[in-house]
């Protein structure tokens, strides 16, 4: 949009976490997008960790990684699915990074012996990082969710700094605050109080919410809606019902629904006189509730008593199987029941078999004994990051003859190293700096499970890992019929592996699942759905 000063909206929320704030931003950013306008979407998290790459799965989910090679918040895996833009390291910050920028700033003395305080050197350096996107990238809006709920301590300075940014912008800054209107079964009915408090505790810190968006489990009546505008100073229009929906897909309709990107609009002056381009999402969702066939893949992993450790896996089947018109049912297998009296009663009867990533050697052996199974049984595989590597040590011991195969990462000591850190890395002790991250080329060979998928022979994707496949013992495996059909060709590095011999058997050194789309499904998902199908 020409003559546009870039507009940012800030999405909050209250009463409880987990109401799907980040759903929300992106349903948002799709409906403004679908208008034409260039939107991205920021993550503020208030935890003090620089990044989340360091956490264990259990504590905040999948840890998503960028094209740039930032780990981050899962939230952002949403923004980029359903807007199709890639993200980057500036959309996500953490008041670790905030409070690391900071210190380093003192420490240089770029505060002339000031004494560095929360307002304004803390204040300042969020407000400059959420402003930096429109800054650089000429964005029609940012959308910056806040992490956590209001009234958290933690969350202070965040609600402090976009306070302040309301009044700096005037009229080119929008709040939105996401609130939860419970139902109380032994009354019979929905009850505001818990709204009220929490828009209560947000005026407290100065904030007045430009639009309130009701989480519920049944609709509002206008009784409702109007008593939520009359006792929280909004618009009866601007109180927006955001009922369970029964898939993530459903809520940008949901929200045009309710006219939420009109109101947004008429809120910054803006015209509301273009189209919603939404027949594509319409198309997906069409597909996704009708499918004609279904079938059953084992998810073998180490996290699975949080299925949010695998959040994009899961979201790469939906958008793959949508597009195939079939539905995948995922069986959950914890990698260390999986021994070789239980591999066959827990792998029966199932059409594929993903082999997710992980770091550690908890339920190494479990993957190794289903990969073995699938290989011997003729079962679609896929095996992603680590499960690529127990692809590798699998065959290694089992057709190599190399017993006691490993990666240095689980027996730094094993006789074959088959999986080995790089060597330029072996003298970085920071846990961060030993990772590849962000994304790397990749050449493919023609005569190949993965070239008949992608259909070029040049690729790019990303990567979250610190091991590698030892070429030392390449032509081992190519001679023994596992062939290496994907490189990067700037370092050599084996990136995909695969079994020609097998119906489908494909490991990845990188993580495909990241750069799906809705509208865009990743080939190599596609292509092990389509296997998976043939092999019902």
Not at 180 to 199: D, F, I, R
Not at 262 to 287: E, G, I, P, T, Y
Not at 321 to 334: D, L, M, Q, R
Not at 377 to 402: S, T, W
């Amino acid at each position: 949009m020409s003559n546009f000063s870039t507009k940012y909206i800030f999405v909050t929320g209250g009463v409880t976490s987990s109401l799907g704030k980040g759903i929300i931003a992106a349903s948002l950013g799709k409906l403004l997008s679908a208008r034409g306008y260039k939107v991205t979407i920021q993550k503020l998290d208030p935890y003090i960790n620089i990044d989340p790459g360091t956490m264990n799965p259990y504590e905040h989910g999948e840890c998503y990684v960028t094209t740039d090679g930032a780990e981050t918040d899962l939230d952002l895996g949403h923004y980029e699915r359903f807007l199709a833009n890639k993200t980057s390291q500036a959309n996500n910050v953490t008041t670790g990074s905030i409070y690391q920028t900071v210190i380093e700033k003192e420490r240089k003395g770029d505060y002339l012996g000031k004494t560095v305080q929360i307002i304004p050197h803390i204040t300042d350096e969020i407000k400059r990082r959420i402003k930096i996107l429109g800054d650089t990238n000429n964005f029609d809006f940012v959308i910056t969710e806040i992490g956590g709920t209001v009234g958290d301590i933690e969350s202070l300075p965040y609600i402090e700094a976009v306070r302040q940014i309301k009044w700096e912008l005037q009229n080119s800054a929008l709040y939105i605050h996401l609130t939860l209107v419970p139902y109380l079964s032994a009354a019979g009915e929905l009850k505001t109080k818990p709204t009220q408090h929490s828009v209560k505790t947000l005026l407290e810190s100065g904030i007045q919410p430009d639009i309130l968006v009701c989480r519920t489990e049944h609709p509002l009546t206008e009784n409702i809606k109007q008593k939520i505008a009359l006792f929280c100073n909004v618009e009866k229009d601007a109180v927006i019902e955001s009922i369970d929906a029964k898939t993530i897909y459903e809520v940008p309709l949901l929200m045009q629904k309710e006219n939420l990107d009109k109101v947004v609009l008429r809120k910054l002056n803006l015209d509301d006189n273009s189209d919603v381009k939404l027949d594509k999402w319409k198309d997906f969702l069409f597909k996704l509730k009708n499918p004609n066939q279904e079938v059953n893949i084992g998810l073998v992993g180490k996290y699975i008593k949080l299925k949010d450790s695998y959040k994009s896996i899961c979201e790469a089947f939906i958008h793959a199987s949508t597009e195939k018109k079939c539905k995948v049912n995922i069986k959950w297998i914890n990698a260390g029941s999986l021994t070789e009296k239980t591999i066959k009663e827990e792998l029966d009867n199932l059409n594929g078999i993903l082999v997710a990533p992980g770091f550690g050697d908890r339920g190494i052996e479990g993957k190794i004994n289903a990969i073995k199974y699938v290989r011997e049984n003729k079962i679609p595989f896929l095996g992603i990051c680590l499960g690529m590597q127990c692809a590798v040590i699998e065959y290694a011991r089992n057709i190599l003859n190399m017993p006691g195969a490993n990666s240095t990462e689980m027996k730094p000591n094993t006789k074959f190293p088959v999986i080995d850190i790089m060597e330029e890395q072996k003298e970085i002790t920071n846990k961060g700096g030993t990772m590849r991250l962000g994304a790397y080329n990749c050449t493919l060979d023609k005569d190949s499970f993965s070239y008949n998928s992608y259909k070029t022979l040049k690729i790019e994707e990303r990567h979250r890992h610190r091991y590698e496949f030892n070429n030392k013992y390449l032509n081992d495996f190519t001679k023994a019929g596992m062939q290496c059909v994907g490189n990067n060709p700037e370092n050599n590095l084996v990136e995909i592996v695969e079994i020609s011999s097998h119906p489908w058997f494909v490991g990845v050194q990188f993580h495909p699942e990241y750069s799906s789309t809705v509208l865009n499904p990743h080939p190599l998902f596609s292509g092990f759905i389509e296997a998976c199908i043939s092999n019902k």
